[in-house]
């Protein structure tokens, strides 16, 4: 058995969950409303105030689905009450970004200035000019956004200049020693 599969999903007050034919769960809350359609062999019940997953069958492909179908049912509701944020940082001499807008707008050592346009479900906060927030509801889509700000300018191992997450450590290497033969 799938020890996250079987743990039940508690929905908090003031969330509703809705399953319709298909397996499309939509989730409403505070903060917003999801909808993803999951896979139509997993029994998804709502009993009371808790989601139950369950899977039909001890197949391969049942056990490998029930704990995902669980956690992505979990991270709906999670988004709806909290939302998902993600906290990037520029380093670098003359790096920085600001919001104009709905755009950000970042200095990363081109000849031209990097320009990104807030998506849907997308909220960009500069707090500080080396400090980049994405936050939403879509667990996903937020770790995809972040993902390709990140890639925009992402972090080299000599000096550590580029765009990384708060999170990430960066493995600094040694330069060249310019050694005699």
Do not use: C, W
């Not at 997953?53 to 909290?82: A, C, F, I, Y």
């Amino acid at each position: 058995m799938s020890r996250i599969g079987k743990m039940p999903i508690t929905v908090p007050a003031g969330v509703e969950i809705a399953i319709a034919e298909g397996n499309v769960v939509t989730v409403k809350g505070p903060k917003g409303t999801l909808t993803k359609t999951m896979h139509p062999d997993m029994l998804i019940k709502v009993e009371g105030n808790e989601v139950i997953v369950s899977r039909p069958s001890e197949d391969k492909l049942h056990k490998s689905l029930h704990g995902l179908t669980r956690t992505l049912v979990h991270n709906m509701v999670e988004g709806v009450t909290k939302g998902y944020a993600k906290e990037l940082e520029v380093n670098g001499v003359g790096y920085r970004a600001q919001k104009q807008g709905n755009q950000l707008i970042m200095n990363l050592g081109y000849s031209h200035q990097v320009t990104v346009d807030e998506i849907e479900g997308i909220t960009i906060d500069v707090p500080a000019a080396n400090k980049i927030v994405i936050s939403g509801i879509d667990k996903q889509v937020v770790g995809q956004f972040a993902a390709e700000v990140r890639g925009k300018r992402p972090p080299e191992p000599y000096k550590g200049k580029g765009i990384k997450y708060t999170t990430e450590v960066i493995r600094r290497k040694e330069g060249k020693t310019g050694g005699k033969k």
